[in-house]
């Protein structure tokens, strides 16, 4: 995942950037960037590895130096972004968040077209600011460009564009990412978090439609395509990626976490399931308001049996090593001995994903003397690797736990079943659950349904994306 945040203003808006850049850092763990122009000293780029030390701390020196009443700034799971595209529509700044799968195809038609070279990483993937610089310079106008380039990418795919007078922001043509514009006084910012705005005084006043495409300039938002209502929206914005005072389509994260624990106690209380447990407890830092939810509903009091350390290692830049990341993982849970040693614990997580770090995190209860672990996940199991933002760094279906259950059991042919498999109520299902417990040393284990999901969301199902879960494009 990635985010971004720019602002265009009557005053210098380096700062306010910068801050609002920074508060995407929950979304991405590899590139920061900032581009700003200023008529003295034109365009201004700096782009940094956060993987090892915060957006903050590298881009302080920057944003002392920076000028601008125009400027952009990126988080980016990916690609060093923003880059900087000159084309017959001139000279300009691109970022996207997202995922183009088509990438190798849609350059290689380009190269044939003439196109000269493309700016590439040190892995040799083509960067995708500069390949979509390449779709859009296509066609003579940037509405039209980037249409053409949404209609070829296949993927997600929300972009922005910075000129020496404008910012252009369009979102992705299935509204699976949202795009947030607020005002202030003296101009206007696009955010994809809206909380991002709030501390720099500004107040949401238009949220972009599925394809929308919308200019900003200090004196307004001028709406150069209209968008849809039609969308498939993450959901896994709300249950997992999302930070609490997040809203999207008028729906706040953290209110739907804590509804969400709400509908599994009560599901749990309805088919006799509800643990006899001394605490109910959150797995940090997501699923402490499921847990909280679960907590508030069953009756259970809530409690935090270990802290999370993150003041050297916290989600905005954790290694992109596997075997560092479950290193990490491990050393910064830090035990409250007290609420652990011979109490019987119901954890709820935000998702069951291959099962390592859960793995993990079960033996070090136990070894902290926990005598029973009960687990819930906050979402259905997990059947599908991500294929709209590749949210999981799954490399194959097949190191999903849920899948591995599935192939251990019944081969190929368990892909059939898989909404069997989802469900608890079924043979399959039951024995999904009791393969987890096995592997993962649990007492028992449940998953929220996928209607419950969508019941806490509070969106219809047409409007949310559940591809990771259900399969369904």
């Known amino acids: 995942m990635s985010g971004f945040f720019g602002a265009a203003s009557s005053n210098d808006c380096i700062q306010d950037v910068f801050f609002g850049t920074d ?27 956060i993987e090892n030390s915060p957006f903050r701390t590298k881009f302080e020196k920057d944003v002392e130096q920076m000028k601008g009443n125009i400027c952009i700034g990126c988080i980016s799971d990916t690609d060093p972004q923003p880059i900087m595209v000159r084309s017959k529509l001139g000279l300009y700044a691109v970022c996207s968040i997202g995922i183009i799968n088509n990438a190798e195809q849609l350059s290689n038609e380009l190269l044939e077209k003439g196109c000269a070279n493309f700016e590439t990483m040190s892995s040799g993937n083509i960067n995708s600011g500069g390949l979509i610089g390449a779709l859009i310079a296509q066609c003579d106008s940037f509405v039209e460009g980037i249409k053409y380039a949404q209609k070829r990418i296949e993927g997600t795919m929300s972009l922005v564009i910075m000129t020496d007078k404008s910012i252009i922001c369009a979102r992705d043509k299935n509204g699976r990412l949202p795009i947030i514009i607020g005002k202030r006084s003296d101009g206007y910012c696009f955010s994809f978090e809206s909380f991002a705005f709030q501390k720099l005084g500004y107040t949401a006043c238009h949220e972009m439609k599925t394809g929308e ?30 930070y609490p005072n997040a809203c999207y389509e008028g729906v706040n994260v953290e209110v739907m976490r804590t509804r ?36 508030n ?43 652990i040693d011979g109490k019987k614990l119901l954890f709820v997580d935000d998702s069951i994903v291959r099962g390592t770090q859960m793995r993990e ?78 592997k993962l040393k649990l007492t028992s284990l449940e998953f929220q349904s996928l209607e419950g999901t969508e019941r806490a969301v509070g969106l219809p199902e047409c409007k949310l994306c559940s591809y990771c879960w259900s399969g369904k494009e």
Not at 23 to 49: A, W
Not at 269 to 295: E, F, R, T, W
């Open 361 to 438: 995190t079960v033996e070090f209860l136990y070894e902290n003397g926990a005598k029973e672990i009960h687990m819930r996940s906050a979402c259905p199991p997990i059947m599908y690797s991500c294929k709209y933002l590749n949210f999981s760094r799954s490399t194959s279906e097949l190191e999903l736990i849920a899948r591995q259950i599935i192939d251990e059991h019944e081969g190929a042919e368990g892909v059939k079943y898989i909404h069997e498999y989802s469900d608890s109520r079924t043979e399959r299902g039951k024995l999904l659950r009791d393969a987890i417990c096995k």
């Open 23 to 49: 508060y995407h850092s929950h979304l991405g763990t590899r590139r920061g960037g900032m581009t700003s122009y200023s008529p003295d000293l034109g365009f201004q780029r700096n782009i940094h590895s």
């Open 213 to 242: 495409i919308t200019e900003i300039t200090k004196d307004g938002y001028k709406i150069l395509s209209e968008g849809t209502d039609d969308m498939k929206i993450c959901t896994f914005l709300w249950t997992y990626y999302g």
């Open 297 to 339: 509903k069953s009756g259970i009091p809530f409690a935090r049996p270990f802290i999370k350390y993150t003041p050297t290692w916290p989600r905005s830049f954790m290694p992109t090593n596997q075997s560092m990341r479950n290193r990490v993982a491990k050393m910064k849970l830090i035990p409250v001995h007290e609420l």
């Open 260 to 295: 969400n624990g709400e509908i599994m106690a009560e599901t749990d209380m309805k088919n006799g399931q509800l643990p006899d447990v001394d605490y109910v407890c959150g797995v940090p830092d997501s699923g402490i308001p499921h847990a909280i939810g679960y907590a």
